[in-house]
């Protein structure tokens, strides 16, 4: 499964969106942004509401097509117009809402779109359900509900089932929206733990999230977008919070931005 | 529920354990309770209304009739739950049913026979079948198109499908009714020619039994290959007797419904056997809706439960952007459940045109309204995501059963209809109110 991944340790990103527009109308919702992602690696994205944040990923997985610029996936220039040539080159995006089937168990969710058959092109319940406990032990051992509708589960149980999916289908490149704003501390620790994980498992990682802390517990890297532009792309360890809030407000780097402008921030 | 339990004194908690414990022998056998509520209830309704007839509604002959008459709008329930499953509605489907009866009569005695496939050929009702079914799946699959691929809400297509397609019913006959069916082709419809007779019937149970031994041995293996978790032995065994004995009793049932005596004579006479004093007894056993109604419940169960197109149906109606993003072919998943709605339609419309021997402007007329009150009080929600099959089998069943018994007791059709409307709403809100006391627990 993902530990094959581990292995391919390459200099090439495993992704690299270059120049890439999005509009609604007139409305230019991603403007010229170019960003890249290394294996084991989670580059923090953060910006206000409407930064184009969530616009940028839905073209990386397939869910909205960039009108221009270049996906670049291991090097080789690609074509993504539908979540399922997303998933063919291994990107899996993990939602803050929109997930999970409901009405349905934990392994139809994990395998939804992509069920195991027998022979006959009957669906083989049984085998998803093992492969469902099996991922969902390494993920969430504590967890027994393999037969109950998902809504019935709590949130951080959910958001384990849909990164379950992601990862028993190998996910190389994955894209997390938001994925602890619904849940409660406990269950934040626990997603936070889980992002840990597949990192060391060599999955490079997206992270959206409104939650600064979050960001700079887990990325590497940190992108900031403010009003459809990339402001601009820092290594964690070179910035503060207090740097990132400022390129969030501002829209500019800290060097650029004049000293009355920052100590407006202060207040 | 479980923090009124701590509180509660120790007299409550030793009734509780009992209630525990029936619930914990319910739940081992993995019953689904809902089915197992609408079965009583069925009963009840047929109870009480055999009582008030001074016990005479429920005989082999009248129940025979009840499930032919219900036959239609059950096949037909069975669509329309993966339609509503996937949030939306079919209203036309009495009026498909009108154009594929009189699609069915008109071609048995005018189109085919003018191709040289008279009515005396002995595969016309074949032939006549298959276009009809064919009719039905490309009725169903243009409506299906505009609705998943150009976008228009199901409710305008269908409803305009219910108005042009009843009309189109008119043009093809101008106006005319068309009788005459070939003989084989009205067995589909039952009736004392439609009956398979007593062998053939137990043949039916015998068969029913193995595949149900069968399944059960099947799925107690499936999970055993995996280590799963099996219901314990004596919930199987009971599982399988009650399954046994009903398949078993149903057909005795059936072979205790005979042939009417003036024929029974006639096919004495026919075989040579000499009629005994007090009549020849010649049992009818299932007739051929009834076995359609089986055939298509488990073919739909099958395709809900086990295969992708029915998975897809429900992750559809339980989240549309869920399996969408999941990579599923949405747009195509929709279509589909109107063709099969579309085909379903085609052999309602069979029986029904088989048991008028033709087709008049009406068949089918209504239907649709019949056929979503079954899907509903059997348990379907216009939520999405949510329904069973043979629920909505039942459901077409309890209908049914209401309007039959209310009609035996002498009731007149309008307050039969005042009853069912009523009805309907009650057993939609009991089960609206179950779910949501369901949900907070």
Redesign the interface.
């Known amino acids: 499964m993902s530990e094959a991944a581990t292995a391919t340790t390459e200099r090439v990103p495993l992704v690299e969106m270059r120049n890439i527009r999005v509009a609604f109308g007139g409305v230019h919702a991603v403007d010229d942004v170019s960003i890249d992602l290394n294996a084991g690696e989670v580059v923090g994205l953060v910006g206000g509401n409407g930064a184009g944040k969530s616009t940028l990923m839905r073209a990386l997985?397939g869910?909205h097509r960039a009108d221009s610029g270049e996906i670049l996936i291991g090097g080789q220039p690609r074509t993504i117009s539908?979540?399922?040539d997303a998933?063919a080159f291994n990107i899996e995006?993990i939602?803050q809402q929109?997930?999970?089937?409901?009405?349905?168990d934990a392994p139809?969710?994990v395998f939804?779109?992509?069920?195991m058959?027998s022979h006959l092109?009957?669906?083989d319940d049984?085998?998803m359900?093992?492969a469902c406990r099996k991922v969902m032990g390494r993920l969430n051992p504590n967890f027994k509900r393999f037969a109950t509708?998902v809504k019935t589960l709590s949130g951080g149980q959910r958001q384990a089932v849909a990164i379950a999916r992601a990862v028993y289908f190998n996910a190389r490149i994955m894209i997390m929206d938001e994925p602890t704003a619904a849940l409660g501390p406990a269950e934040t620790a626990q997603v936070r733990d889980l992002i840990r994980q597949l990192k060391t498992e060599g999955i490079g990682i997206f992270l959206i999230s409104h939650d600064i802390h979050d960001v700079f517990d887990l990325s590497d890297r940190i992108s900031v977008m403010y009003h459809g532009r990339l402001v601009g792309t820092m290594n964690k360890d070179d910035v503060d919070t207090d740097d990132v809030l400022a390129m969030i407000i501002l829209g500019k780097k800290p060097e650029e931005a004049s000293r009355e402008e920052l100590a407006e921030l202060k207040i | 529920m479980a923090d009124a339990l701590t509180g509660a004194p120790a007299p409550t908690q030793e009734a509780n354990r009992d209630s525990h414990r029936i619930r914990g022998a319910l739940a081992a056998t993995e019953i689904d309770l809902r089915l197992f509520g609408m079965l009583i209830a069925l009963a009840g309704i047929l109870f009480g209304f055999h009582i008030m007839s001074g016990g005479k509604l429920v005989q082999p002959a009248n129940m025979v009739t009840l499930v032919v008459q219900a036959s239609g709008v059950a096949i037909m329930a069975t669509g329309m739950v993966l339609i509503i499953v996937s949030r939306n509605i079919d209203l036309s489907v009495g009026s498909i049913v009108g154009v594929v009866a009189m699609s069915y009569a008109l071609l048995m005695t005018d189109w085919l026979p003018a191709l040289g496939i008279g009515l005396d050929s002995p595969l016309q009702w074949l032939v006549a079948l298959a276009i009809g079914l064919g009719i039905g799946a490309l009725i169903g699959g243009f409506q299906g198109f505009l609705i998943a691929y150009v976008g228009i809400p199901s409710f305008i297509v269908t409803l305009g499908g219910l108005l042009s397609l009843r009309g189109s019913v008119w043009l093809l006959s101008s106006g005319a009714a068309v009788s005459g069916l070939q003989t084989e082709f009205r067995k589909i419809g039952g009736g004392v020619l439609g009956s398979i007779g007593e062998t053939a019937t137990w043949a039916v149970a015998g068969v029913a039994c193995i595949a149900i031994i069968g399944l059960i041995v099947y799925n107690r293996r499936?999970?055993r290959?995996?280590g799963?978790p099996v219901r314990p032995m004596w919930a199987e065994v009971l599982l399988g007797a009650i399954g046994c004995a009903a398949a078993i009793g149903l057909s005795a049932f059936a072979n205790s419904s005979y042939l009417p005596a003036g024929l029974a004579t006639q096919y004495a006479v026919e075989h040579g056997i000499t009629e005994p004093p007090g009549g020849l007894k010649v049992p009818l056993g299932f007739p051929w809706p009834i076995l359609l109604v089986i055939g298509v419940t488990l073919a739909m169960t099958f395709l809900a439960?086990?295969?992708?197109f029915g998975?897809?149906v429900?992750?559809?109606?339980?989240?549309p952007?869920?399996?969408?993003?999941?990579?599923?072919n949405t747009r195509w998943t929709i279509m589909k459940t109107f063709i099969l709605m579309g085909v379903l339609c085609a052999i309602a419309a069979a029986i029904g045109s088989a048991r008028l021997n033709g087709a008049t402007l009406d068949v089918g007329q209504s239907d649709e309204l019949y056929v979503i009150a079954a899907a509903v009080v059997g348990g379907t929600s216009f939520a999405g995501?949510?329904g069973t099959i043979p629920g909505a089998v039942l459901g077409a069943f309890v209908m049914q059963s209401l309007a039959y018994g209310l009609s035996f007791n002498g009731v007149n059709s309008p307050t039969q209809n005042v009853v069912a409307g009523i009805v309907l709403i009650i057993a939609v809100g009991l089960d609206t109110y179950n779910r949501r006391r369901g949900s907070t627990r």
């Open positions: 997985s869910a539908n979540p399922r998933k995006t939602y929109l997930a999970l089937a409901d009405n349905v139809a969710n939804l779109g992509r069920e058959i092109g009957n669906l049984g085998a359900e093992d509708p | 499936q999970r290959r995996f799963f439960t086990r295969r992708r998975r897809y429900y992750a559809y109606g339980g989240n952007d869920a399996a969408e993003l999941a990579g599923i995501g949510i």
